[in-house]
C-alpha cells in the first residue's frame, strides 16, 4: 500500500485536475438521469397485483381512473361544461360522472340516490378521470388552471405529478440545511477554520461523481434521488476528517509533508476502509429485497460510499497536500472543551449502565413491535400542502374511496345476469371483443368507487 500510495502522493496534480474535471462532466450527466416517481413500478414482477396490471395493459387500451376532481357548488350544467373542458384537457383520456350512470334530465330526487351521491351531493361535483402516464404532470397542471385552486383534485395521477414537481425543490432545501449543519458541526469540532471546507470539497466531489454515474442504471428512484445525496453526505463524512487528523498527527512525526501523508494513508487505511466496507455491505443487502426500491436505493448508495472511499483514498490527499498551508494558517483555539471528566466519570459507571441497558432492551423491543406503519401515500402529504387539503376537502364531502379493477376473461352472453349485478352495484362495465352471435371471447373490465 506505500507504493501505491507514494504514486498518488507523487502525481497529486494531475490526480486533482482529473477528479474536478470528472466532477464537473458528472455534474452535466446528473441532469440526463431518469427519475421515476411511479412506486408501482417497483413492485415484484410476480405479485399478482403486477402480473394482473400487465394483463390489463395488453388487453385494453383505455387506463384505469387516476384522479377525482370535485368542483364545489355547482349545478347539473355548470358541471357539465366542467366535464366537456375536462374532456379536451391533453392527456386525458376518459372523464367519468353522474350522467354516464342515469338520465340527468329527469329530477335528481326521482333517482337511486345511493348512485347520485358518489358523483353529486350538497351541489358538489366529482369526477372521475383517467389521466395518461406520460403526461400527468402537465395536464394535472392544466387540470388546476381550470378548476382554481378553491377546488379540489386528488389521485395517484396528481400524488405522483406534485411529487414530481416538488421533490426537486424539496431536495435542494433539505440538501441546503443538511449542508449548513454540517459545517456548523464541523467549525465546532475540527482545529483550523480551512478545514470544514476542505473536507466539504471532497464531499461535494464524491456526491456529484456518484449522482453523475448513476446514469448506468438509466433510470432511479424520486427515492434514490431524494435521499441519496443526503444520505452519502452523512454516511461518509467521518473518512475524510480521520485522515486529515492523522495526517497532523503525522507531520508532527515527520518534517516532509509528502512523507506524512503516505504515512496518514497507511496508518488510517484499515479503520476507513473497515467502516467503509461494512456500510457499503449494508446497502448492497437492499438488493435482495422484493420490492424493488431497495435494489434501487441499495444499488446507488453502495456505488457512492465506494466512490467516497475512493475520493478520500485518491483525491482527498491531493486536496489536503494542495492546501495544508491554509490549514496552518487558519488555526483557532478549540470551541468544544475537553471530555476528559466526563470520559472518568463514564468509565466508573460501566457495569451500572450495561444493567441499564439490558434492563431497557426487552420492554424497547416489545414496544418496537408495537409501531405502526403508513404503507400507502396517504400520510405523505398533510393538510399544510395543497394537494393534503384538497384529500380532505373530497373526503370531507364524498369520503375516502378506492379505485378496484376487475378483469374478467371469457365471459360469454349466458353470464349477462351476473353482468346486470355489477352494474346494479355501482360497477362501470367497458366490455370489448364480444361476439354477439357465438359468444366468444368477451373481456369485460369493470372498475367501482367504494
Not at 516532509?256 to 448492497?284: Q, R
Request: with cysteine; charged share 20%; net charge negative.
Amino acid at each position: 500500500m506505500r507504493k501505491f500510495y507514494g504514486h498518488i502522493v507523487k502525481h497529486r496534480k494531475s490526480i486533482l485536475i482529473f477528479f474536478l474535471f470528472f466532477a464537473v462532466l458528472c455534474g452535466f450527466l446528473k441532469n440526463m438521469v431518469s427519475v421515476n416517481y411511479d412506486m408501482n413500478d417497483y413492485l415484484p414482477e410476480d405479485v399478482k397485483s403486477t402480473v394482473a396490471l400487465n394483463l390489463m395493459e395488453q388487453e385494453f387500451d383505455g387506463g384505469i381512473p387516476n384522479a377525482r376532481v370535485m368542483i364545489k357548488d355547482v349545478s347539473i350544467p355548470e358541471a357539465l361544461e366542467y366535464k366537456e373542458k375536462l374532456e379536451e384537457v391533453k392527456g386525458v383520456t376518459e372523464v367519468t360522472w353522474l350522467d354516464d350512470a342515469v338520465d340527468i334530465t329527469v329530477p335528481l330526487d326521482t333517482l337511486d340516490q345511493d348512485t347520485v351521491e358518489p358523483y353529486y351531493t350538497d351541489r358538489n361535483a366529482l369526477f372521475t378521470v383517467t389521466i395518461q402516464e406520460e403526461s400527468r404532470i402537465q395536464a394535472v397542471k392544466d387540470i388546476r388552471e381550470i378548476i382554481g385552486n378553491e377546488n379540489a383534485m386528488s389521485g395517484s395521477a396528481v400524488s405522483t405529478a406534485t411529487a414530481t414537481t416538488n421533490t426537486v425543490l424539496e431536495i435542494k432545501k433539505i440538501t441546503g440545511i443538511a449542508v449548513m449543519l454540517v459545517l456548523l458541526i464541523l467549525i465546532l469540532t475540527t482545529g483550523s477554520w480551512a478545514e470544514p471546507f476542505i473536507i466539504l470539497i471532497g464531499l461535494g466531489v464524491a456526491i456529484i461523481i456518484n449522482g453523475g454515474t448513476n446514469l448506468i442504471f438509466g433510470e432511479i428512484s424520486f427515492v434514490t434521488n431524494a435521499a441519496g445525496s443526503v444520505l452519502q453526505l452523512a454516511v461518509s463524512l467521518d473518512y475524510s476528517v480521520f485522515l486529515i487528523h492523522r495526517f497532523e498527527e503525522c507531520r508532527k512525526e515527520t518534517a516532509d509533508e509528502k512523507e506524512a501523508m503516505i504515512e496518514a494513508l497507511c496508518k488510517s487505511t484499515n479503520s476507513i476502509l473497515t467502516s467503509g466496507l461494512t456500510t457499503v455491505i449494508g446497502f448492497v443487502a437492499l438488493i435482495f429485497m422484493r420490492f424493488r426500491i431497495g435494489p434501487d436505493l441499495g444499488l446507488a448508495l453502495a456505488k457512492g460510499i465506494a466512490l467516497s472511499l475512493i475520493i478520500v483514498f485518491v483525491f482527498m490527499p491531493s486536496l489536503i497536500l494542495a492546501s495544508y498551508k491554509y490549514l496552518d494558517k487558519t488555526k483557532h483555539r478549540p470551541f468544544v472543551p475537553s471530555f476528559k471528566k466526563f470520559g472518568k466519570f463514564v468509565s466508573k459507571i460501566t457495569v451500572p449502565m450495561v444493567c441499564v441497558f439490558l434492563a431497557v432492551l426487552i420492554p424497547a423491543y416489545l414496544a418496537s413491535n408495537a409501531n405502526d406503519y403508513n404503507y400507502g401515500s396517504s400520510k405523505i402529504f398533510n393538510e399544510e400542502t395543497q394537494l393534503g387539503r384538497d384529500i380532505a376537502d373530497i373526503e370531507d364531502v364524498f369520503g375516502q374511496r378506492d379505485t378496484y379493477v376487475l378483469l374478467r376473461l371469457n365471459v360469454y352472453q349466458k353470464n349477462a345476469r351476473a353482468i346486470s349485478f355489477y352494474q346494479r352495484e355501482g360497477f362501470i362495465i367497458q366490455c370489448e371483443g364480444l361476439d354477439e352471435d357465438t359468444g366468444e371471447k368477451e373481456y369485460t373490465m369493470l372498475w367501482k368507487q367504494k
